[in-house]
């Protein structure tokens, strides 16, 4: 059984990679500031697989961390390794994501998001762990008319938060290329996830106001809004409104754990 260290792993991705995990009998450590997500979500993940909270320290154990403080990071890695030796893998979804809320307050989301990936790189480096997925953002792509954006599509961010998502991709570049043998990274850009588990017990649920679509055509729909807002009135299409490309969460979860086994097996 490989241990599989998963940040943000109580968030709308995150808990449903934990539960993917699990389900591929992997050990789950979750590092989660539960600045936007809550304990609960870990709970119903146990839920779905009847895994009882008793016997549940065997396969998933939860930290509350914020990856800023390198100190209860430092911390909560010892103690991994105390206990279990190694940490196989990480996937790397913590961060915040908002693009709104970056314009405002570019501090906030550079100290997270930058910061608090060299504070996990530095600990990984020194326990001997040495692959990670990134969870980044087709937000790092340059602006286009083109309604199909490929991967090598020109990396132009056009606010903070995408900044930041290229800024650690860039850092994995330089910390691949300082050692090729020993470090296995990857970076999956993407745009909009939405949905649940079919079981209903884990979905996207945030704290505080929500910022992506589907929870706001929920709240709307059970009257915790009067209305949802659409915006946009210029785009080529019949009412002038955008079209957007979704991707289902569990399709999301499963392409960043294939991902990790992907680069498990890899020994270039």
Not at 29 to 34: A, E, H, R
Not at 106 to 115: C, D, E, I, S
Not at 221 to 232: D, H
Request: some cysteine; proline content about 4%; aromatic content about 10%.
């Amino acid at each position: 059984m490989k241990n599989i260290l998963l940040t943000g792993g109580a968030g709308f991705i995150g808990s449903h990679a934990c539960l993917s995990l699990l389900k591929r009998d992997y050990k789950v450590f979750v590092i989660d500031s539960f600045i936007n997500s809550s304990p609960r979500a870990l709970q119903k993940v146990l839920e779905i697989l009847k895994i009882p909270e008793n016997k549940s320290y065997e396969r998933l154990k939860v930290y509350k961390c914020d990856l800023r403080d390198s100190v209860l990071l430092r911390n909560i890695f010892s103690e991994i390794y105390d206990e279990n030796k190694v940490i196989d893998g990480v996937i790397h979804f913590a961060g915040l994501k908002a693009v709104g809320d970056s314009i405002s307050q570019p501090l906030k989301y550079w100290q997270t998001n930058v910061l608090g990936t060299i504070n996990l790189l530095e600990m990984m480096d020194k326990y001997f762990c040495n692959t990670l997925v990134f969870s980044s953002s087709a937000t790092v792509y340059d602006q286009t008319q083109n309604t199909k954006i490929g991967e090598n599509f020109p990396l132009n961010p056009i606010n903070p938060y995408g900044s930041t998502k290229l800024t650690v991709e860039n850092l994995l570049k330089d910390l691949f290329n300082s050692s090729k043998n020993n470090y296995k990274f990857a970076s999956l850009r993407y745009f909009n996830p939405i949905g649940s588990h079919y079981s209903g017990l884990i979905g996207e649920n945030p704290v505080g106001k929500p910022n992506n679509i589907f929870p706001l055509i929920l709240n709307t729909a059970l009257g915790i809004q009067k209305q949802l807002e659409i915006y946009g009135n210029d785009w080529p299409t019949k009412d002038g409104t955008a079209i957007r490309d979704y991707i289902h969460v569990m399709d999301l979860a499963e392409a960043h754990i294939n991902i990790l086994e992907n680069l498990f097996q890899n020994n270039r």
